[in-house]
């Protein structure tokens, strides 16, 4: 299908000698089309421009430039649109947008970039006829339309599946697996490794009808997962947590390289976020995690565990994340796991935020094995800082630190109070 958005795209081009590049909704890259332009001595040069080449280079343009072209309604456009040029967000050429839509969706947008030479293109509108170029063009974006609109339908389904693999009741899951098998044929017998995405917007409001499920190479199967389903994620604008899980092909059981990939794309996806401020403050930060391989679609529930696991651990510790596997989370695994329980009383009085670097110097103090040379070189301070720092936290839990099971103790307890309880 990717070659028949290209063919689409290279029409367009075409017609109005124009380097047109296709975005889904998310303005992620689909396709692009080559285009010489004239430059003012007769040779011809590529038409070049920063935003252009970023989206085609990382397969996406930043929030900055997506700001600015959405600020002139381009989701709600039923016709073309000429936008400007904003240095100060990057965009140092104008654009004509071409709405990419169907059945009054908006499934993507056609950029033509405006260097100039399209400024005679008369866009059409109440009192004024459109370019004949225009309308072939427009044509071929409804074609586009369709297509998309027939991709996203499909995933759907595909994710309905997954979903109900993943999350619903024991009597359907084997159903699910099998329709799953059968619409993905080799690929699912693998290898194949779960993705999950803390926290995930999904569709609501104008987008109610537009989910916004990813279409990344790779991605066999994605879902929208709420509440219980995306239990460890944070939650949306104090909403019950969402999160996005994404089946994805491997080249060798081995090599979680493309999950790793498909996360990193993902996360930076306008939906990998909790879409405006938390109960205290910004937005959670959104992350990753991925499952080991699997061969299969038998052990998905499992998988998804591990990738949810996974993605809490990264959201916790900076130093895994963003995005974090979970054969590399270590003892998060086990407390991933575990039921919400209130902290230990000893290490109840080390939690709250009046001693929050009190808590910190602990945590360094037993990852780096009780090592005081480490521990107070990774903090930045002095030995008898560290000292003096560890005596307060013996005096305010009455654990000694010199004592392996005490030790563990508080390790796992300052590990599970950065974790939080699944949903927080």
């Not at 003012?40 to 997506?66: F, K, M, W, Y």
């Not at 930076?268 to 391989?293: D, I, Q």
Request: charged share 20%.
């Amino acid at each position: 299908m990717r070659d028949d958005y290209q063919q689409l795209v290279d029409e367009i081009t075409a017609v109005l000698r124009a380097p047109a590049t296709l975005e889904n909704r998310d303005f992620a890259l689909i396709a692009f089309g080559a285009q010489e332009s004239e430059d003012s001595d007769g040779t011809e040069e590529p038409a070049l421009d920063p935003v252009r080449t970023r989206s085609i280079l990382q397969r996406r343009s930043t929030a900055a430039v997506r700001a600015w072209f959405e600020a002139f309604g381009i989701a709600r456009a039923q016709a073309p649109l000429r936008i400007p040029p904003d240095p100060a967000a990057g965009v140092f050429m104008g654009r004509i947008c071409l709405p990419v839509r169907h059945r009054g969706v908006v499934h993507g947008y056609v950029w033509l970039l405006d260097d100039g030479h399209l400024a005679d293109l008369e866009l059409g509108g109440p009192a004024g006829a459109r370019d004949p170029r225009l309308v072939r063009a427009m044509e071929t974006a409804d074609r586009i339309g369709a297509l998309l609109a027939a991709e996203a339908r499909a995933g759907e389904e595909l994710g309905e599946l997954l979903r109900d693999a993943l999350t619903g009741p024991p009597a359907g899951r084997d159903a699910a697996r099998s329709g799953l098998r059968a619409a993905l044929r080799g690929a699912a017998d693998g290898p194949l490794a779960l993705v999950a995405v803390v926290p995930w917007t999904p569709g609501t409001g104008e987008d109610a009808d537009h989910p916004g499920l990813p279409h990344l190479p790779g991605i066999v199967a994605a879902c929208a997962l709420l509440g219980d389903a995306a239990a460890g994620a944070p939650g949306v604008s104090g909403a019950p947590g969402a999160g996005l899980a994404a089946l994805v092909r491997l080249r060798a059981a081995s090599a979680l390289d493309p999950a790793r990939a498909t996360a990193e794309q993902l996360l930076r996806s306008p939906r990998a976020t909790a879409g405006g401020r938390g109960p205290g403050g910004p937005a959670p930060r959104a992350a990753a995690g991925v499952s080991a391989p699997r061969r299969g679609l038998e052990d998905l529930p499992a998988a998804w565990q591990e990738a949810l696991a996974a993605a809490r651990a990264a959201h916790a510790d900076t130093h895994l994340g963003p995005v974090a596997e979970w054969s590399a989370i270590g003892p998060y695994r086990l407390l991933a796991a575990l039921p919400a329980l209130p902290p230990d009383a000893a290490v109840r009085p080390l939690l709250e935020p009046a001693h929050a670097e009190l808590a910190r110097t602990a945590e360094t103090f037993l990852d780096c094995a009780g090592q005081a040379g480490r521990t107070a070189q990774r903090l930045g301070i002095h030995r008898q800082t560290l000292y003096y720092r560890l005596s307060r936290v013996r005096q305010l839990t009455g654990l000694d630190l010199d004592a392996g099971e005490d030790r563990l103790l508080l390790h796992m307890t300052l590990k599970a109070a950065r974790l939080g309880p699944p949903g927080r």
